[in-house]
């Protein structure tokens, strides 16, 4: 696989940052916030990296939380939990971005990789460690990262910025017009991420949103040989997850047949009707 540019490198043959043909907004630089564990943030952010290869945008890795936003009323924070699957890992990823973002954009790529493509469990503090060393980086930053409570809190302030934005899952872009000031986007949500220019008539059509303040939403309904694609084209990922999936708060079963609801969240049935 073709190892992505360090975001703050232009290939020598981008176009300028920010080209686009329309007369719309074009930002030249992406906060992406993502968790590790979530597949459709993984599928955005390969869609992302080959923008940034082609038009020499910067992309800033933040961080967001599945684990808290879908936690149960009376059930331990992520933070409270010795180890707690995302956001342990996510830990590791600060510590690597007090570092260097290409470090955190190394990381991510590969820890997605493994888990949405491989069906490997980076959540596993063992195969996190693995994970490190295949990069040259020191696997010992697990441990690292669990002992500094300080990545607790750049966590938590990148999740609570969504949060405090009306957000609630990921991806979710912030762009920082200069002439609009900054927007927030949930998406694109998609699977088999567009490359080459489909991918940048993808992002003219994703930035265009940021001159329309009053537009909130468009939405394309997924039928069930969607719903199908999508979990054949999550397979690794459920196969190797140790937790359920979890919409609007109900429990997300993902068949042959298409998603289906099983229980709500807290464990309860579900309401007849």
Same mark, same amino acid.
């Given at each position: 696989m073709t190892e992505a540019l360090p975001s703050n490198r232009i290939p020598t043959n981008a176009a300028p940052a920010g080209t686009q043909t329309s007369s719309g907004p074009s930002p030249t630089r992406v906060d992406f916030h993502f968790d590790v564990l979530c597949p459709y943030a993984y599928q955005t952010s390969k869609w992302i990296r080959s923008v940034r290869d082609?038009?020499?945008?910067?992309?800033?890795?933040?961080?967001?939380?599945?684990?808290?936003?879908?936690?149960?009323?009376?059930?331990?924070?992520?933070?409270?939990?010795?180890?707690?699957?995302?956001?342990?890992?996510?830990?590791?990823? #600060?510590?690597?971005?007090?570092?260097?973002?290409?470090?955190?954009?190394r990381w991510y790529e590969r820890t997605g990789r493994a888990l949405h493509e491989e069906g490997q469990r980076p959540h596993d503090p063992a195969v996190a460690r693995h994970l490190l060393a295949e990069l040259g980086l020191e696997p010992g930053m697990v441990d690292e990262a669990l #002992?500094?409570?300080?990545?607790?809190?750049?966590?938590?302030?990148d999740h609570d910025r969504v949060v405090g934005s009306g957000g609630y899952g990921?991806?979710?872009?912030?762009?920082?017009?200069?002439?609009?000031?900054?927007?927030?986007l949930f998406g694109p949500v998609l699977i088999n991420p567009p490359t080459g220019e489909a991918a940048v008539r993808l992002w003219h059509a994703v930035t265009a949103w940021c001159e329309f303040p009053d537009v909130f939403e468009l939405q394309q309904p997924k039928t069930t040989a969607d719903e199908v694609r999508i979990a054949e084209t999550f397979k690794p990922y459920l196969? #190797?997850?140790?937790?359920?999936?979890?919409?609007?708060?109900?429990?997300?079963?993902?068949?042959?047949?298409?998603?289906?609801?099983?229980?709500?969240?807290?464990?309860?049935?579900?309401? #007849?009707g």
């Open positions: 082609q038009l020499g945008i910067t992309i800033d890795w933040r961080f967001f939380s599945l684990e808290e936003i879908n936690r149960v009323e009376g059930r331990k924070h992520p933070w409270e939990r010795e180890w707690s699957y995302g956001w342990s890992i996510m830990r590791i990823g #600060a510590l690597l971005r007090r570092r260097s973002n290409d470090d955190l954009d #002992a500094d409570p300080s990545t607790n809190d750049e966590v938590r302030a990921v991806p979710t872009l912030f762009f920082d017009d200069a002439g609009l000031g900054e927007r927030c196969e #190797a997850r140790d937790w359920v999936s979890i919409n609007r708060g109900k429990v997300i079963g993902f068949t042959e047949d298409g998603f289906t609801a099983e229980r709500n969240a807290d464990g309860s049935a579900l309401s #007849a």
